[in-house]
């Protein structure tokens, strides 16, 4: 069952750049297009000639960034499979000090909208993966206990 | 709210003016990409301008579906050219058309000229211009590296394009590196940038478009947008570009007998399976990537390692190096370099300086022979050989081509002007200065088509028509000119609609006219498929009526075909003079008939 796994980056050294994963996770999660509402990223480090990485929720099974938050109801662990779970009409950027985005240690893998006053962050949903040309990205169950 | 952005930023260096305002009826009009930008070059850009002077422009659009759709990646580019005189169409891919769409713009235009060497950021809404400075005159791939340290933004959202010190000392033919590995190549784009003092503009966006404002059934989007998916990665429709990428072209082009080798001289090259895309693959390729939105990923990068002492196997540093089937073939075959490696250096070559690589391949091979028959020698060339086969002489000439002196009119500045200057004062070498209108044609040397299609186009690109694989269609068939050139002129109509909206070139084939109604329906754009073969012969239109007031003469080019077309072996065998004669005036009457110009 898909919601007991968790988004993995499996294969990076597969990926070309293509931006499939970053788009389909805006117009299917966010019914946008946009790169910015994405949960998921890709960037170049030292761009093209460089890697790339994918910036994306680890999806853990204890996460940090969720006691931290002073807001009631605003960000939970899902029940199975490892990552979190925001509500949106309950999370709100303007009256906290967006602890969770500096409780995660993983820079961007969950970052505030400035227009939705919410954090953004995976769902772990496997939208994604199903673009990925390439099979970087797959859904498991979480073996380790991070 | 539109699909297509309608902003339009005009940047006048001269003034240091920046304006920012809205031409719906425009976009909606022409669609977005090439039927804007070839509208706007009209609206802006006299017909006697001076190519590298104030009055010139460069303008950058993008289209309706970028973004929207996988493979639908690339900016065009329009301007005055300065190698041919007339019209400058150029495409390229990576991430500009993205940062393009992220900052609401469907239009950029860069008029007059900057005091100074300067280069523009765009990030949202903030336009600045600011001085270059130590950054003038910089290697390309140096200054991709200092632009994404001085312009930090989100990930994934910037776009750099830059331009080399060709361009900057005003090679007809300097390029503009856009991200890493794309360019806009040919025509002088990067040349019209470097008259205007701008070494760099770097783009980054971060809008995001609500689909359901946008579109009347957001579910119907996501199923149309799945099938074309499914078609670009589960069926074989694009499977040649990811594999072995355009550089699978190699062998059986040699096959055909329709390898451009030795400057036009012959069509098949002894060592052909050493330069093919599958030695690369095999050899050298490092690693594959995409432009964005494109899940085929056609762009090739090979690792070459270069050893730059003799002590120690310890001095050696490695470079990446994006490679394809025309780098390969004008800068491999057409120079008689036989080896991966060479050809490798030589893209390198070109790339750091910002030089069409298709161009100065043509110009090196024009001036090997030029060298070997004796009509340039060691006074011409400062005492610096110029021999097929022999790479470091040509990693010299590109560089001494790069950076001539403007003040000293000798050959390497004459090689910088293109092949016509070059014939002017060495008469003797017009014979095989192989380009149609200044331009050289791209490694097919397919057949009749293949020349005809580069005279006829627009850009005289091999791009427009599609010459060379109607070449491959028609080996062994008797076909009338008139319907030869129908044939060519409606595929260069349909590809302005490609081009307007703006589909990678690679996946026409997808890109059928019902599926791009099928895709604009789903965007709120009611065109159909009609409406669409019509805009794209009203563009046609206006890219000869923009040609034509620029100066462009058909007879003019006719009258200097070089002979060497009718001497090189091509896929169809020699061609007739007498054919290709019929062939251009099937194409007269077309211009008068169904182009309604007076010539
Ligand atoms: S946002 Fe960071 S801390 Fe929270 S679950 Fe994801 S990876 Fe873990
Ligand atoms: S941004 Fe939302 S989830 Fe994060 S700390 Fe604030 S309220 Fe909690
Ligand atoms: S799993 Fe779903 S929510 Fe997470 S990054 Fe992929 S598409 Fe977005
Ligand atoms: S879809 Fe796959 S290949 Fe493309 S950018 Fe994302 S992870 Fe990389």
Same mark, same amino acid.
């Given at each position: ?5 968790r ?20 117009r ?45 109801g ?36 969950i ?36 | ?75 065009v ?29 469907? %239009? /950029?235009? $860069?008029? +007059?000229?900057?005091?100074? &060497?300067?280069?523009i950021?765009?990030? *949202?809404?903030? !336009?600045?211009? #600011? ?50 590995f ?17 070494? %760099? /503009?770097? $783009?980054? +966006?971060?809008?995001?478009? &609500? ?5 009347? *059934?957001?579910? !119907?989007?996501? #199923? ?16 040649k ?12 082009l ?23 895309g ?15 939105t494109?899940p ?33 073939g ?73 950076n001539?002196?403007?003040?000293i ?10 092949l016509n ?21 791209a ?17 005289h ?32 109509e ?38 669409l ?67």
């Amino acid at each position: 069952m898909i919601m007991a796994n968790r988004l993995r980056v499996a294969y990076l050294e597969r990926c070309i750049g293509c931006y499939q994963c970053v788009l389909a996770c805006a117009r299917v999660n966010e019914k946008s297009l946009s790169v910015d509402r994405s949960s998921i990223k890709v960037k170049t480090i030292g761009g093209y000639e460089g890697s790339f990485a994918i910036i994306v929720c680890r999806g853990c099974l204890e996460p940090p960034c969720v006691p931290v938050c002073p807001i009631e109801g605003a960000i939970r662990a899902r029940s199975q499979g490892g990552g979190i779970l925001v509500n949106r009409k309950i999370c709100d950027s303007t009256k906290c000090h967006q602890e969770c985005v500096t409780a995660c240690p993983i820079p961007g893998a969950i970052h505030i909208d400035q227009e939705l006053k919410n954090a953004i962050v995976c769902r772990q949903c496997s939208t994604c993966t199903k673009f990925c040309p390439t099979g970087v990205l797959i859904m498991e169950e979480p073996k380790l206990g991070f | 709210m539109s699909s297509i952005p309608q902003d339009i930023l005009e940047i006048n260096l001269t003034t240091q003016e920046v304006q920012r305002y809205s031409r719906p009826e425009l976009f909606e009009k022409w669609i977005g990409g090439l039927g804007v930008a070839i509208n706007l070059l009209n609206e802006h850009v006299p017909p006697n301008a001076d190519s590298l002077g104030p009055e010139n422009a460069v303008i950058f659009a993008i289209g309706s579906l970028n973004t929207f759709f996988p493979i639908i990646s690339k900016t065009v580019v329009t301007f005055k050219s300065p190698l041919t005189g007339d019209l400058g169409e150029s495409y390229a891919g990576g991430r500009l058309s993205l940062a393009m769409r992220f900052s609401g713009l469907g %239009a /950029i235009i $860069i008029k +007059g000229t900057a005091e100074k &060497s300067s280069y523009i950021t765009i990030v *949202d809404d903030q !336009v600045e211009i #600011k001085r270059a400075g130590p950054l003038a005159y910089m290697y390309t791939t140096t200054l991709g590296r200092v632009l994404r340290e001085l312009i930090p933004v989100g990930p994934g959202r910037r776009s750099s394009i830059r331009i080399g010190p060709a361009s900057e000392n005003l090679v007809k033919y300097g390029n503009v590196v856009v991200d890493s590995f794309r360019h806009f190549g040919r025509l002088g784009c990067g040349t019209v940038l470097g008259a205007k003092k701008i070494k %760099a /503009i770097v $783009i980054s +966006g971060e809008k995001d478009l &609500s689909l359901e404002e946008l579109m009347p *059934d957001r579910r !119907v989007y996501l #199923k149309t947008y799945q099938t074309i998916w499914d078609s670009c990665v589960k069926t074989d429709v694009m499977k040649k570009y990811h594999v072995l990428g355009t550089a699978q072209n190699i062998l059986p082009l040699n096959e055909l007998n329709a390898l451009p080798t030795r400057n036009f001289m012959k069509g098949r090259f002894e060592h052909a399976i050493d330069i093919s895309g599958e030695k690369f693959a095999e050899a050298y390729l490092g690693r594959r990537v995409a432009c964005n939105t494109c899940p085929v990923g056609c762009i090739h990068v090979a690792i070459l390692r270069e050893r730059y002492g003799v002590d120690s196997p310890a001095d050696i540093h490695s470079i990446a190096v994006p490679y394809d089937h025309e780098p390969i073939g004008m800068l491999g075959s057409t120079l008689e370099l036989g080896n991966g490696i060479q050809v490798l250096k030589l893209i390198e070559q070109s790339e750091k300086f910002g030089i069409d690589a298709i161009t100065v391949g043509v110009i090196l091979g024009w001036l090997a022979e030029a060298y070997e028959k004796g009509i340039i020698n060691d006074s011409d060339t400062n005492a610096q050989p110029i021999r097929f086969g022999h790479l470091d002489d040509f990693i010299s000439v590109i560089k001494n081509i790069a950076n001539r002196d403007p003040n000293i009119k000798d050959l390497y500045w004459l090689a910088g002007e293109g092949l016509n200057a070059l014939v002017e004062r060495y008469s003797d070498g017009k014979h095989f200065a192989v380009c149609f209108n200044n331009n050289p044609p791209a490694a097919y040397s397919t057949g009749p088509y293949n020349v005809i299609g580069h005279i006829i186009g627009g850009r005289h690109s091999h791009l427009d028509n599609a010459g060379y694989s109607y070449d491959q269609k028609t080996i062994g068939k008797t076909v009338e000119p008139d319907e030869a050139i129908s044939k060519l002129c409606k595929e260069e109509e349909w590809r302005n609609i490609l081009n307007s909206l703006i589909v990678c070139l690679f996946a026409r084939n997808l890109y059928t006219p019902s599926l791009v109604s099928e895709c604009l329906g789903n965007l709120g754009i009611l065109k159909t498929e009609r409406e669409l073969l019509n805009l794209g012969l009203e563009i046609q239109k206006i890219r000869l009526k923009t040609k034509f007031q620029f100066g462009y003469q058909l007879q003019r080019i006719r009258d200097r075909l070089p002979r060497r077309i009718y001497e090189m072996p091509t896929g169809h065998g020699i061609l007739s003079e007498n054919s290709i004669k019929k062939l251009l005036d099937a194409y007269e009457d077309m211009l008068r008939t169904r182009y309604e110009l007076k010539i």
